[in-house]
């Protein structure tokens, strides 16, 4: 991941943070209004966030409560018991709720209602309803994989193994062979591999003729099918993404720079497919994978293959932040709304990876942009996105989920709902 000068061109149980969507702030607590309160006692929950993704987790406390008593915890309007708990001698009791398959359906504002013998009490909650399947996680953590320590580091805080890792191999340099041991790695750990496969020196700068699209299958065919063979052989399912922001002038396969144009990347797209077809390789998913769109880019209809061409269609694009030359503070939907509905054009109905997002920690709050993403954008707005993959790296800007003890809860605390734990989908069609 690499960019430009001028981007707007929009495109690296805990605690429930609650982003900006609700209100701009995060609340700690509502205190409810008592019912049926016993003379003297008013029992009365407060709640640790006011808003959350279904199904949660979201903490709910009582006090006040009768002594030892059974305390029903229910959700309204509907009246589904959703947890039991019991108040201690003191008339106290915590509960961590997990909403059951189904309920609520839809988005809104409901009443949880904590009663028992003797009283009862009641507090607001927000509920979002996910619009779309549960999304895998994918990230690239640098030096993985194989790096042990390195994975350990990101995902003991986070306290979720993403079951996408995605790695960077260039064509030129010293790291440019098939490692099989690298993805015997990543299956060991229940993920899929991602590799994005990049057709260069990473020495060099944008100008390598060697590697200009018209001429990549004449100097590198035979290279491009000890790869093909290679995964053929490895037999398990990986996402090939070569040839990622295309539609941008900073990579020499881009299709403005390197004497190269639109044409020839669709044309070498389709050699490269044709080459892994004759090994076998029909375990590979090869990804298509643009910037999103800026005032300048390569139109994306001029670079895409067609939808019977791709596996799947896939997106990188950050929050850059105060950084200059970039636009601003920009909130997911801000990033990525505009390319996503040029892709649904290209391709109708197609799910969608984000290939590389990271959110910038100066300019704005990053822990709320975390949230707002993970908690509300992804799973209320934009069904068709199937995984998602962070770029945990410290490079332009601080793209790491643990560049601010903030940020870090955030995004533990969202990764925590279920929503965030599928596996790597294999079918983009």
């Not at 605690?15 to 009365?44: D, E, Q, W």
């Not at 099989?180 to 100008?207: K, Y």
């Not at 809860?409 to 790597?424: C, I, K, L, Q, T």
């Amino acid at each position: 991941m690499t960019r430009i000068d001028d981007q707007p061109k929009p495109a690296h149980s805990r605690r429930l943070v609650v982003g900006a969507a609700v209100a701009g702030t995060i609340s700690h607590a509502i205190t409810a209004t008592p019912i049926h309160a016993k003379k003297g006692r008013k029992p009365s929950i407060i709640l640790d966030a006011t808003k959350i993704l279904s199904p949660g987790p979201v903490q709910v406390s009582g006090m006040n409560f009768p002594s030892g008593r059974k305390v029903t915890i229910t959700l309204s309007p509907g009246g589904q018991v959703i947890a039991t708990a019991k108040a201690s001698k003191k008339g106290k009791f915590k509960k961590n709720l997990v909403l059951p398959t189904g309920v609520p359906t839809t988005t809104g504002t409901y009443d949880v209602i904590a009663s028992a013998k003797g009283g009862s009490a009641t507090a607001s909650l927000i509920i979002g309803v996910p619009t779309g399947d549960p999304v895998a996680l994918g990230m690239f953590i640098t030096e993985v994989p194989t790096n042990e320590a390195a994975w350990t580091s990101v995902t003991s805080k986070i306290g979720w193994d993403p079951t996408i890792i995605m790695w960077f191999q260039a064509w030129g340099g010293t790291n440019s062979t098939l490692n099989t041991s690298q993805l015997d790695w990543v299956r060991a750990r229940g993920a899929t591999p991602m590799i994005t496969w990049e057709s260069f020196d990473p020495a060099g700068g944008v100008i390598q003729p060697a590697y200009r699209l018209d001429v990549l299958d004449t100097n590198y065919g035979a290279y491009i099918d000890t790869w093909a063979a290679g995964l053929a052989a490895w037999g398990h399912p990986v996402y090939l993404r070569w040839g990622h922001e295309m539609n941008g002038d900073w990579y020499p396969w881009a299709a403005s720079v390197n004497g190269n144009t639109a044409a020839d990347y669709v044309s070498f797209w389709n050699t490269l497919r044709g080459r892994f077809a004759a090994q076998g390789a029909t375990n590979v998913q090869f990804v298509w994978c643009p910037n999103i769109s800026y005032t300048g880019s390569t139109p994306l209809a001029d670079v895409f293959p067609g939808s019977s061409a791709v596996d799947w269609l896939a997106v990188d694009g950050y929050n850059w932040g105060s950084k200059p030359g970039f636009g601003g503070w920009k909130s997911f939907a801000n990033v990525f709304g505009p390319t996503l509905a040029q892709l649904n054009v290209l391709a109708p109905g197609r799910p969608i990876l984000i290939g590389e997002t990271a959110s910038a920690d100066v300019g704005g709050d990053k822990s709320s942009w975390i949230a707002e993403a993970l908690l509300d954008a992804v799973p209320l707005a934009y069904p068709q996105i199937r995984a998602l993959v962070w770029f945990d790296e410290d490079k332009e800007c601080d793209w790491r989920v643990n560049s601010s003890p903030e940020a870090l809860e955030s995004f533990a605390s969202a990764v925590a709902n279920r929503y965030w734990h599928a596996d790597a989908p294999l079918d983009g069609s």
